[in-house]
């Protein structure tokens, strides 16, 4: 008998592969569907585990999102929490800054520049990072704020975040590519306040 | 002698094939070096012209760059003038209501999307509708009020729209594509308004 014959057999995969054979299923299905019509039954289900094996490994999905879209880990709840923490001028500050801050990390920009580019590209417009974005942070955010218009809010603020992406990443606008990230939460996070705060 | 004959001959083309290669060496020019570094003489040496005969057809470079590439006759100037005409605090509803009023026309529409689009995909980030929009429109606004970093804010002010395109015509976030103009224009003027005008 080999060491080998000491792993698990048969369809169900071992532990470390059945956490990736989630990841790429979550990542197969979001990148097909967007993010909010995917149900984590249905990843369960393309990625042939039990759908409380999902609950294992990830807190929710919008975790699992993160882990698999972005490779990154980001936790959208706190994130929330840290944007409404703090008084109410500066939650268009803090929400650039937040997602700066994800943007930034090492491998996440390049995974952001590949999603929006396709996101651009595709003709059936899929746009799984802008509904996370809008689901899992935005849309909270300005809900918690007590607006009425709290989905058109949260959609005005992706297309500022993506505008600023477009702008700095792939166009390289000059001044914009130069600028450090003080300048741009501050600058940017009025145009966000705005969006999410300010009355119309 | 056929009626034919009566028409100039040699490679000097007749006054409307004039006109027609101006236009055809100018959205090549643009489309593959971007608004600012592409000279009158250099359009004429391409579509082998006399310098004169640009201007003699067109008001200006901007005037050229809407009719070829935008194909839209638009007066940058009087656009300027007409964002700065007025009480301070409406600059940016006017802005992003000039810009609405461009992208709205019939075809234009298309246009410039097709142009956001090939902006994103292109590897070399090439930007003829950014650069036009800046230099000719946003740089001059922020100028006139004053600002020092009038190019940043140029620029974020470009972002500010290319996101709005994006979200509204190419991901068609739902609530964005829904939003009636005058919406647009009070919420996304907010954001406009911030980037050109208010002390940061």
């Given amino acids: 008998m080999t060491i ?6 048969g369809r169900r995969p071992g532990r470390a592969n059945t956490r990736e054979s989630i990841i790429a299923a979550a990542l197969t299905l979001f990148s097909e569907m967007g993010y909010e019509k995917v149900s984590l ?14 609950h294992h490994y990830f807190a929710n999905k919008a975790d699992l999102f993160a882990r698999s879209v972005l490779d990154i880990p980001l936790d959208a709840e706190d994130i929330v929490r ?16 937040a997602f700066l801050d994800a943007w930034d990390r090492p491998g996440a920009g390049d995974r952001f520049t ?6 651009v590209t595709e003709q059936n417009a899929r746009r799984p990072l802008s ?4 689901k899992e942070v935005l849309v909270k955010v300005a809900e918690a704020l007590g ?12 297309s500022l975040i993506l505008g600023l992406a477009l702008g700095r990443d792939i166009l390289e606008l000059p001044a914009v590519a ?14 966000m306040q705005a969006h999410l705060v300010d009355p119309w």
Same sequence: chains 1, 2.
């Fill in 82 to 97: 840290r944007i409404l923490d703090g008084p109410e001028e500066g939650i268009g500050e803090r929400t650039i800054a």
């Fill in 4 to 9: 080998q014959a000491h792993r698990p057999r």
């Fill in 147 to 158: 607006h009425s218009n709290a989905r058109l809010r949260a959609q005005l603020g992706v």
């Fill in 41 to 54: 039954r249905a990843i369960a289900r393309a990625a042939d585990v039990d759908p409380a094996l999902i």
């Fill in 114 to 119: 590949a999603m929006l580019r396709s996101a």
């Fill in 178 to 191: 130069k600028a450090r990230n003080p300048v741009l939460i501050k600058a940017v996070g009025l145009a």
């Fill in 131 to 134: 509904e996370f974005m809008c």
